[in-house]
């Protein structure tokens, strides 16, 4: 919405991966024979998630939550994430996705819509090239 008028922009979508606003650790399960690992998240950072917040409501981003199956993410982790935030009553995520590997996601992403950038954590923001950005640096 322009001016007071009704459009069909889309707003620009930007890509935030788990790792920036929560803390989380593989933890080892053992059964039988079987020994297991899954993600559990330990903390959510506060921080992080109020300048992603600030950043949303004041430039009127989308903002995508992403995380990568090869990290031992699961849809299932995302969706409750998300739940934790819409009950904390401050959630900045429009939307959550699983990506397969970071291959698929980086090949993806030349074909987006109004799509702007990556925030990912300061070692790993440089594989998306020119669209990865830190947080600190918004």
Do not use: C
């Not at 024979?33 to 959510?44: D, G, M, V």
Request: charged share 30%; proline share 4%; aromatic share 10%.
């Amino acid at each position: 919405m322009k001016n007071g008028d009704i459009s069909n922009e889309t707003p620009p979508r930007v890509i935030v991966l788990i790792d920036v606003v929560a803390v989380s650790e593989l933890v080892e399960t053992k059964k039988l024979l079987r020994t297991t690992q899954e993600r559990k998240i330990t903390r959510l950072n506060a921080l992080a998630l109020k300048q992603l917040w600030d950043l949303g409501n004041k430039y009127g981003l989308s903002l995508e939550l992403a995380a990568y199956e090869t990290d031992d993410w699961t849809q299932e982790h995302l969706d409750n994430f998300m739940a934790r935030l819409d009950r904390r009553g401050a959630n900045p995520f429009n939307y959550a996705e699983l990506y397969a590997d970071i291959d698929n996601f980086i090949d993806d992403l030349p074909y987006r819509a109004n799509f702007k950038g990556v925030i990912d954590l300061p070692g790993r923001v440089a594989r998306y090239g020119s669209w990865g950005v830190e947080l600190e640096n918004l």
